[in-house]
């Protein structure tokens, strides 16, 4: 199994766990709050709010990947989303090693 699969099974779980967040509104303020630990931007996403979750995850710290589309994230969860926040440090940090 190569890496995108196993990260894209990796959020399925943490969604089970209910360890995400979703939503731009929610993952601003859970980022503002130090709540997201990792965050998923989807390539395809609009470029202004890449631009600005990646700047505000920088300034807070806050990991980002931005190589899984909208269509492999919405598989992943069940939903269709563009972002996802990872709300518990030991699944953002494994998503580190595996990413």
Same mark, same amino acid.
């Given at each position: 199994?190569? =890496?995108?699969?196993?990260?894209?099974?990796?959020? $399925?779980?943490?969604?089970?766990?209910? +360890?995400?967040?979703?939503?731009?509104?929610? /993952?601003?303020?859970?980022? +503002? +709050?130090?709540?997201?630990?990792?965050?998923?931007?989807?390539?395809?996403? $609009?470029?202004?709010?890449?631009?600005?979750?990646?700047?505000?995850?920088?300034?807070?710290?806050?990991?980002?990947? =931005? =190589?899984?589309?909208?269509?492999?994230?919405?598989?992943? /969860? $069940?939903?269709?989303?563009?972002?996802?926040? /990872?709300?518990?440090?030991?699944?953002?940090? +494994?998503?580190?090693?595996?990413?």
């Amino acid at each position: 199994m190569d =890496n995108k699969q196993s990260v894209l099974n990796f959020l $399925g779980i943490a969604k089970r766990a209910g +360890k995400i967040v979703t939503g731009q509104d929610i /993952i601003l303020s859970n980022i +503002k +709050k130090n709540k997201v630990y990792f965050l998923f931007i989807a390539k395809d996403s $609009g470029q202004s709010t890449i631009k600005k979750f990646n700047d505000k995850a920088k300034f807070y710290q806050v990991p980002v990947n =931005n =190589n899984l589309s909208k269509d492999e994230i919405s598989s992943a /969860i $069940g939903a269709q989303r563009t972002m996802i926040g /990872i709300t518990d440090r030991k699944m953002s940090q +494994k998503l580190s090693e595996i990413v």
